[in-house]
């Protein structure tokens, strides 16, 4: 189905098809197709589905349009609030809103708020209103305490990655987010995961919601080529040398468990001349969208990352993810390899393994459902046999818990002592 049968307005639909043609789009994502007809109807929807599905546009076409049926005022009033778990998905988002406005009869004002920066600015953004606000939860409520903002006549809520936003314990800001929104409203909410507390969350705020389940990872990105390269741990960064000059990767998104670990393995990257940056909590807002600059004009060629920091990193054609530290949980393996093959993109996730970390590889590998071949590369054959004790402590931390336990966090510090003799 074109995107000219999705149910937008005559009106609008040029403005809309010339924008969507800017950014390369030829049809509708499954998402799109099934969600975009029962928003623009008014009814809620749940969404399954990726970072990578097409969601973003699949909820920001038809608020656009109703934006435009809405009466203005002066300050204008807050029609459309979009929730993120990250500063780095926040400035994706309401970049791909602000291009999908772009060729629209009147003028549609979208402001991005989040947190580690100055408020002030964003304050001073806000005067004078904004019809659609994405924001992180905790600078929302910061801001509102400043009276920077209303959203009590907010008519569309969008919780995007809903499981990150809990992940991330925005838990309790977003209880009172809800509170403070009018209760009739349309309500979007989608999620890549849903365990219990999701579940709760969508049955507590959603009335007869459409559900939409666009199939996990792996099915619906079969052009993603797992492989699993086994490898002494104290070997990963000569190996991941050697296979970004031997494989000629233009790209690579490498990683890691902890801050320490990027720093380093970026600078040892660099001492050979690898065009190579960390990217971590611990940056300034600045220094990463620095860095997420170059790496899209090519000019850094990996990128070495911790996983809070690198959600929401939307980069197309992201040919190379590698698990240089196994990721701690099935589902951050989802997120991780989902950064790669996004919209049709094929890609390459590659994995290390060493003797430490094939029982934790093994149960993600179970709870994903796929078996990924072993494979050994010439001249860096694992010499370890036997899991020593916590060999790779950063990538076995538990499978199961969300956040660190004191146990979680034995091991990073054992982790950073590592990393310090690579
Ligand atoms: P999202 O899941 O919204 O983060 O989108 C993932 C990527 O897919 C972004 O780079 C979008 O620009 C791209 N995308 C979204 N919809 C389409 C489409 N219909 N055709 C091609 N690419 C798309």
Known sequence: MPFSSLGFSPALLPAFLRAIGDKGYRAPTAIQSQAIPAILLGRDVVGSAQTGSGKTAAFALPMLQQLAN???????PTRGLILVPTRELAAQVGEAIAGFAKYLPQRVKVAVVFGGVSINPQMMNLRGGADIVVATPGRLLDLLEHNALK???VSTLVLDEADRLLDLGFGEE??????????????????????PAIEVLAESMLHDPLRIEVQAV?????????????????????????????????????FVATKHAAEIVAD??????IEAEPFHGELSQGKRTQVLQDFRIKAVQ????????????????MPV???????????????????????????LAVSFVSAGTEAHFKLIEKRQGIKVQREQVEGFEPLETLAPNAADPASTGGIKGKRPSKKDKLREAAARAQTQDK
């Open 321 to 347: 993810v590698v698990n240089y530290d196994l990721p701690r949980s099935a589902v951050d393996y989802t997120h991780r390899i989902g950064r790669t093959g996004r919209a049709g993109e094929s890609g």
């Open 268 to 273: 040892k990257l660099r001492k050979v001349h």
């Open 151 to 153: 959203i009590s006549e």
């Open 174 to 195: 977003l209880g009172r987010i809800l509170e403070l929104l009018p209760p009739r409203r349309q309500n979007l909410f989608f999620s890549a995961t849903f365990p």
């Open 70 to 76: 809405a009466p203005t005022g002066t300050p204008r």
């Open 218 to 254: 792996p099915e619906t990105k079969p052009d993603i080529a797992q492989r699993a390269i086994q490898v002494d741990a104290s070997r990963r960064t000569q190996l991941l040398r050697h296979l970004v000059q031997t494989e000629k990767w233009e790209r690579a998104l490498v």
């Open 302 to 317: 990996v990128v070495v990352a911790t996983d809070v920091a690198a959600r929401g990193i939307d980069i197309a054609q």
